[in-house]
Structure formats: C-alpha cells, structure tokens
T-cell receptor, first 116, second 112 residues
Framework: QVQLVESGGDLVKPGGSLRLSCAAS????????MSWIRQTPGKGLEYLSY????????IYADSVKGRFTISRDNTKNSMYLQMNSLTAADTGVYYC?????????RGQGTLVTVSS | DVVMTQSPLSLPVTLGQPASISCRSS???????????LNWFQQRPGQSPRRLIY???NRDSGVPDRFSGSGSGTNFTLKISRVEAEDVGVYYC?????????FGPGTRVDIK
C-alpha cells in the first residue's frame, strides 16, 4: 500500500535551515508528481511546492519562493524540502503528498518549530 | 489566488442525521483538460488530514459510501448521509486547478 513518511522536523532558530525528507513506498515513485504542504496555526493548510516525476517541473508558493528548495531522488524513492531563512511564520506541521492537483495525503507529518 | 470559502464553519449534527458542507471558489475550477480539481479532506482530532474525495465526486478507497461529493464550476458540496461518531473532525475543500492551489478554512463537525 502507498506509504509516505516525513522526517527531519526540529526546533530551529530564526534565520536557520532545515531539510525535510519524505520516504515513499508502495507505488512507482518516479511516475508521480510529489508535493509539500504545511499546516500552521496562522494560515491553516497551505500548499508549498510540487515537483514532477523527472524533477523538471517545479513550482513554489510565493511565501517560500527563494527560501525553500524541493528536490527528489528517484533511486531512493525520496523527496526533500530544503528550508532556509526560516521565520516564526514557518512553524507548523509539514506533509508530503503524492500527486499535485489531486493531493493524495498519507503521512503523519513532521513538526517544524522556529523559535529563539 | 483562488479563494475557497466554506459554510458553515461549524456544524453540530445529531448522530444518524445527514450533514452537508458547502464549498465555493472565487473562479471556476474547470481545468483546461475538462477535469475539475476539487478535493475534500477530513482531519479527525489529533490526526493528519486525509483525502476523502478527489475531482468533485470520486471517493478514495476505504471511504464509507455515506460520504458523497457533488457540484460544478464554483459551487461544491460534501454530504454525509448519516453521521457517525467517527466523522467528527474538520473538513476542508481544496482546489488543484489554478496555481497557487488553495484550501478552504475548514468546517468543524461535531456531535450535538
């Protein structure tokens, strides 16, 4: 069955960086777009970014453009979100999902806390 | 960005009775391929959100058939034919047609 496991969340100081990972199993990873969304106290559910199966189609929300970088390694069935210049507004639970428009959410999320 | 609105924001229901949640978008959600990318999610207390319905009316595997989705264009509805205790939680609609994909604010369903 389809499984997505997020990891890498942590407590980080403002201005700091963090790299989230999403380990996928149960489907042909390279054939699917993948996405990151987050749930924050301030904005609720927020779509952040998606990446195509080959990695050549990537898009970001304005709120993270220039600070976050999405990537994937199809040999490891994994997707990543490199987060730089973090602020308190980035505090929340981050989820990865299979597909983009249909957003097949399966994971438990990983908690990112930005605080001094 | 496309604004998604939901009503009501809070919905107390009686067990065994029907419930209905409305979702409206600020633009038509018909994509260039003819599909309408409107999805519904359920978030039970203390749990992660999970998708219930995709493309307006397609139930995900394992979702009870008491859940149904309908609508077109800018107006959509999630219906629960007979509410059960396990249906308590927050329900979100989400559009995947126009970037930036956006979510509604959520409708909290609880038992009277």
């Amino acid at each position: 069955q389809v499984q997505l496991v997020e990891s890498g969340g942590d407590l980080v100081k403002p201005g700091g960086s963090l790299r989230l990972s999403c380990a996928a199993s149960g489907f042909t990873f390279s054939a699917f777009y993948m996405s990151w969304i987050r749930q924050t106290p301030g904005k609720g559910l927020e779509y952040l970014s998606y990446i195509s199966g080959t990695g050549n189609d990537i898009i970001y929300a304005d709120s993270v453009k220039g600070r976050f970088t999405i990537s994937r390694d199809n040999t490891k069935n994994s997707m990543y979100l490199q987060m730089n210049s973090l602020t308190a507004a980035d505090t929340g639970v981050y989820y990865c999902a299979r597909t983009a428009r249909l957003l097949d959410l399966r994971g438990q999320g990983t908690l990112v806390t930005v605080s001094s | 960005d496309v604004v998604m609105t939901q009503s009501p924001l809070s919905l107390p229901v009686t067990l065994g009775q029907p419930a209905s949640i409305s979702c409206r978008s600020s633009q038509s959600l018909v994509y260039s391929d003819g599909n309408t990318h409107l999805n519904w999610f359920q978030q039970r207390p203390g749990q992660s959100p999970r998708r219930l319905i995709y493309m307006v009316s397609n139930r995900d595997s394992g979702v009870p058939d008491r859940f149904s989705g309908s609508g077109s264009g800018t107006n959509f509805t999630l219906k629960i034919s007979r509410v059960e205790a396990e249906d308590v939680g927050v329900y979100y609609c989400m559009q995947g047609t126009h970037w930036l994909f956006t979510f509604g604010p959520g409708t909290r369903v609880d038992i009277k």
